[in-house]
């Protein structure tokens, strides 16, 4: 699959912009702060209506302006597509056209145009707290399976609900009554979610493994494991049986979350570790370990995206390279010799071999 082309208008620093691309490298360079990383944005949005940084609509669309609109022709599933948002300040929805017919979910675009980002952040991402690596997680599998990104949009809506009810409720005791509603409600969305992150981080383990082990030379043993709510014996159980277990925890956490005002536990709360030869990298890796991990799974998203849409995927390097020693550098590069690739880079004559250089400053492209 590749973007072919990107017509944007209001969205972040941009103010009307067409650009047309390679179906290889395309390097974007500039200095800081001139719009690169808001272009990779862009194209990340465009195929999946998700942002790996702003966390409302508006902070997209252009100071002044009303709204935003990005549009794309692309060539995937061995045909020409085009992609189309509208994005809205205020409680307006979004809007999202597929070959010109409006669509009611971003599920209905999927597989059109995937994207993997890799950014300096997630090099160390291993190393941080637990959100971070949900986020991860949820960006890719919402791509992977859209009825999963229905799911955690579910969950997300009916956590803010019974938290704002353990918040208000020593005001309005009443609102207690309807509180065991919402914990079912959590506990069979929350169940679904535990299943899709058990067989993903399963697949992207043994994925991330191999490229692990291409990179240290078979040194050090790779695993992967999913931590969950201590109820669940077993990630991959039934869904009925997800459920059950998710229950009994939340029952033995009710006073706490009554005295706390805030919801305790469930899949909210979900994270990874990677372990080297049965050493944590999270508590006792070298940053040279970790770096080579956090590469090795990105490779692996890709992989897994690759194989799940028989295509690969576009790959969005936002200044990482120049985070990376010569060694690293050249195995990110030795993996990245198909698919459409974007890097964007401040040094404008470091990586111009790679193929072509877009140069961008305040929103605009210099000829």
Not at 67 to 83: H, I, P
Not at 344 to 358: A, D, N, Q, S, V
Request: glycine share 8%.
């Amino acid at each position: 699959m590749k973007l072919e082309s990107l017509q944007l208008q209001d969205f972040r620093n941009y103010g009307e912009i067409s650009l047309t691309f390679e179906p290889g490298v395309n390097l974007i360079v500039g200095d800081n702060a001139q719009g690169k990383t808001n272009l990779l944005e862009a194209i990340g949005y465009l195929g999946s209506g998700k942002s790996f940084r702003a966390q409302k609509t508006g902070e997209l669309i252009r100071f002044g302006a009303d709204f935003a609109q990005l549009t794309g022709q692309v060539e995937a599933q061995n045909r020409q597509q085009s992609l189309r948002w509208v994005l809205f300040n205020g409680s307006r929805p979004r809007q999202i056209w597929r070959n010109g017919v409006k669509k009611k979910t971003a599920g209905e675009i999927a597989g059109v145009l995937p994207s993997v980002l890799f950014c300096p952040e997630d090099l160390m991402v291993l190393k941080t707290g637990a959100a971070p690596r949900r986020r991860f997680a949820d960006l890719a599998l919402c791509q992977l399976r859209p009825n999963y990104d229905a799911a955690l949009t579910e969950y997300n809506r009916i956590l803010e609900q019974k938290n704002r009810i353990l918040k208000d409720h020593h005001e309005n005791p009443a609102l207690l009554a309807i509180l065991p509603e919402y914990d079912a409600r959590l506990c069979q969305v929350g169940a679904l979610l535990i299943s899709y992150r058990a067989r993903f981080f399963q697949s992207l383990g043994a994925a991330a493994g191999a490229y692990h082990g291409q990179f240290s030379g078979g040194a050090e043993d790779f695993s992967l494991e999913y931590k969950t709510v201590s109820s669940v014996t077993d990630p991959f159980a039934p869904v009925d049986t997800l459920r059950s277990q998710l229950q009994d925890h939340l029952q033995s956490h009710h006073r706490a979350e009554l005295e706390s005002g805030q919801c305790l536990t469930g899949p909210h709360k979900d994270d990874f570790d990677i372990s080297l030869s049965g050493i944590s990298l999270k508590s006792f890796g070298s940053q040279g370990q970790t770096r080579t991990a956090a590469i090795s799974l990105k490779l692996a998203q890709r992989a897994l995206m690759a194989k799940e849409f028989g295509e690969e995927p576009v790959l969005l390097l936002d200044d990482v390279l120049s985070e990376l020693d010569p060694g690293r550098q050249d195995f990110v590069l030795n993996q990245i010799e198909s698919g459409q690739v974007f890097i964007t880079c401040c040094e404008p004559g470091r990586f111009t071999k790679l193929g072509k250089t877009i140069e961008i400053k305040k929103g605009n492209v210099i000829a």
